[in-house]
């Protein structure tokens, strides 16, 4: 099994008044640290929408069977590492895409990777490559791509 994250306990809140400086300080007290801050408001609804909100779970991570934490998704991490080799190697997004759907690797939704879909990752390693450039599986990768160069 690939282990390229520490273990991270998260807990979503919903607010509904202002955050003082005292309850962020609180909190600090214990240990948490503020890593996101998700604004919403209400629109009108388009009448053709469906009327339930679905937050996607971030890529490499899925919903663990207690229904509450996250957990690594091995097989989206192997894409995350997959991506990220093809950028150190200096190649194209659309290699990249193309060696993903050689390799037998589908999005979540079952399809082909494109460009596209690859692009629409790079966020998504940028918040998770301080966590993966210090895995193990990494430091294998890192020392074969120095071998090929």
């Known amino acids: 099994m690939i282990s390229i994250m520490a273990k991270i306990e998260r807990v979503r809140e919903s607010w509904s008044r202002p955050i003082t400086k005292e309850y ?88 082909m990777w494109t460009p596209a879909s690859v692009f629409s990752l790079l966020p998504r390693l940028i918040e998770i490559g301080p966590h993966m450039f210090n895995s193990q599986e990494w430091i294998i990768r890192r020392e074969k791509i120095a071998q090929v160069r």
Do not use: C
């Open 24 to 111: 962020l300080a609180e909190q600090a007290s214990f240990g948490w640290k503020l890593v996101s801050v998700v604004w919403e408001r209400e629109i009108e609804a388009d009448p053709g929408e469906p009327s339930f909100h679905q937050e996607d779970t971030p890529y490499g991570l899925r919903v663990a069977a207690d229904g509450v934490h996250l957990e690594e998704n091995t097989a989206e991490l192997e894409v995350l590492l997959e991506i990220m080799e093809g950028i150190v190697r200096d190649r194209r997004i659309s290699v990249i895409s193309d060696e993903l759907n050689r390799r037998g690797f589908r999005t979540r939704t079952g399809s």
